[in-house]
Nanobody, 115 residues
Framework: QVQLVESGGGLVQPGGSLRLSCAASGSIFSIYVMRWYRQAPGKQRELVATITAGGRTNYADSVKGRFTISRENAKSTVYLQMNSLKPEDTAVYYC?????????WGQGTQVTVAS
């Protein structure tokens, strides 16, 4: 069993930055593929970024060049650095962990980009 707790969301102006954190507990963090998803009101949940156990990353086209996913295994934490934020980035952001057939979700953190 893995527990995921996100933090770092909030209100930011367009062009600003935020860093989301997801702290994991309950298992061996380093073996998990970690992802960030987001869900805007009235829209489907979408995959934003992935980082494998080996550190390989992948991004949605809409965030490439602006967002960076990273992980710190010693702290069992995954991060999402979000720069040059746009109003369309407004959503609830969810942390996700996967290993084999096991997967887990965090409770989500709200990010609002508005002036």
């Amino acid at each position: 069993q893995v527990q995921l707790v996100e933090s770092g969301g909030g209100l930011v102006q367009p062009g600003g930055s935020l860093r989301l954190s997801c702290a994991a507990s309950g298992s061996i963090f380093s073996i998990y593929v970690m992802r960030w998803y987001r869900q805007a009101p009235g829209k489907q949940r979408e995959l934003v970024a992935t980082i494998t156990a080996g550190g390989r990353t992948n991004y949605a086209d809409s965030v490439k060049g602006r967002f960076t996913i990273s992980r710190e295994n010693a702290k069992s934490t995954v991060y999402l650095q979000m720069n040059s934020l746009k109003p369309e980035d407004t959503a609830v952001y969810y942390c996700y962990a996967m290993y084999g057939k096991r997967d887990y979700w965090g409770q989500g953190t709200q990010v609002t980009v508005a002036s």
